[in-house]
């Protein structure tokens, strides 16, 4: 598409919450990203949702005097077609299925998450089928548009799309634009002044060097055990001792295998008085909605910062602004291996430094690797790559597999009957698991 006519971007997901923030993005930065066509998509559960946001979206734009015309539609392909960006950003079976990913591995006494352990695993089972379709329908109607993939488990999904499309896919997470904005404040640096190297996969990544104006500033960071947690993770403090022996900045979803048992008695604490993340998200969501519902509002809410995704929305669009112009700086991405990581394979997904060209992103060589991360990276990694195999074929022995050799599950027992339970919780939406044929338009 000639740069002059704008461009056309798809948000399949589009009555999220976090759409406003995208919204604001691309009003912020339209002189280096002109985005003529904005089309939100969501599924006809989510219209209501859709409508809201999608108003207010429309009223952002209206203030902003921009000639971006916004469209709310059920009908993916139509956004699709000819798009020159696609973002996703969808949640299968909704914060409902959120719910029982968190709450029955507790049941089992393992941890209950979202993207992290068995919770993770149904959550990739009930994505990944439907990311591919949405692949097989860019790959027909806009062969050359990037796919920029916010839907977690991220990692998990942008190597499906790696493995079982011809879809230029990026997975995006907000948490080390998050980082950086964290140590900006603390240095009072320019973000372009800082360079951090994170190494590992999504939810799964160490930080090995932070140099701020060209100094280390490692060791300082790390004596700072409470500073670097999330809305979204139990705010527990790093060991000191263990962190200086380490000499890496872990993701605090890292918490979860570093500190499993506290961890896990947190989740069953919360659990026993009725609160588990999910349940604090659908009330963040509820009170968000009657927000973006006023029709006086026409600019993104502050409340939107207590979701767990704060910033998602500028890494979309300083990706989307990269790949535009070709900027050539570098942003932290999910992208394949291709030896960067010499202990895993090509195709895998990792969570790495990238130069933004034009053609796409270029992985950084790594200047510091964690030897004690390295087996804790290959063993999730294995998990990840069975369950990939698992969603799409809906080979039950796969799930087994991929569960059983999970570090945060305990037994094969307990695998397979946590399996049963989870599998039976989400059949509408595990239709390869049963039997049953995958619809084409399958949930999105």
Sequence with gaps: ???????????????????????????????????R????????????????????????????????EVHLTTDRREAIAGADFVST??????????????????????????????????????????????????????????LLNFTNPAGMVTEAVLRYSKVKSIGLCNAPIGLIKQVSAKYNAAPDRIYAEFVGLNHLHWITRIDVEGEDKLDDMLADTAGYSAKNVPAREWNPEFLQSLHALPSYYLKYFYMTDAMLEEQQASASKGENRAEVVKRVEEELFEIYGNLELSEKPKQLEQRGGAFYSEAAVNLMRSLHNGT?????????NRGILDFLPDDASIEVNCVVTKTGPLPLPLTKIPPM???????????????????????????????????????VEVAIAMLDEMLEANKEYLPAFFGQEVPAASVL
């Excluded at 809201?52 to 429309?58: Q, T």
């Excluded at 087996?375 to 796969?398: F, N």
């Design 37 to 68: 066509e904005l089309w939100l998509v969501d599924i006809e559960a989510g219209l209501h949702k859709l409508n809201i946001v999608g108003a207010l979206a429309k009223r952002m734009v209206e203030k902003s005097g921009l000639p971006i």
């Design 89 to 146: 950003q969808i949640r299968v079976g909704m914060l409902d299925a959120r719910a029982r990913d968190e709450s029955i591995p507790l049941k089992y006494g393992v941890i209950g998450q979202e993207t992290t352990g068995p919770g993770g695993m149904l959550k990739a089972l009930r994505t990944i089928p439907v990311i591919l379709g949405i692949c097989r329908d860019i790959e027909e109607l806009a062969p050359d548009a990037w």
């Design 1 to 35: 598409m000639a740069v002059n006519q704008g461009l056309k971007i798809a948000v399949i997901g589009g009555g999220s919450s976090y759409t406003p923030e995208l919204v604001e993005g691309f009003i912020l930065h339209y002189k280096e990203l002109p985005v």
């Design 328 to 336: 050539n700086d570098i942003q932290t991405l999910n992208v394949a």
């Design 373 to 411: 991360a390295k087996g804790l990276i290959h063993a999730v990694k294995t998990y990840e790559q069975l369950a990939i195999d698992a969603a799409v074929t809906g080979d039950r022995s796969l799930a087994i597999q991929a569960l059983a050799h999970h570090p945060l599950v305990p037994s």
